[in-house]
């Protein structure tokens, strides 16, 4: 195990998030996931600003 102020680059640590690409079937969950997302944080957007961005995404 490193001292304190050692670097834990490279080791193994299971608490770390690793990105991957999205699998086919992930699709409608990542959305479902974003559109609330957005629902929570950007109360400043129209429904009509909302609507033209689903579409976008």
């Keep these: 195990m490193p001292g304190p102020g ?3 680059l490279g080791a193994h640590n299971p608490a770390m998030t690793s990105i991957r ?3 086919p ?3 409608a969950r990542a959305i479902e996931i ?3 997302a957005v629902d929570a944080t950007h ?3 129209s429904p009509q600003d909302r609507a033209e961005i689903d579409e976008m995404v």
């Design 43 to 45: 109360d400043f957007l």
């Design 34 to 36: 974003w559109r609330h």
């Design 25 to 27: 079937d992930e699709g």
């Design 21 to 23: 690409a999205s699998r």
């Design 6 to 8: 050692a670097s834990m």
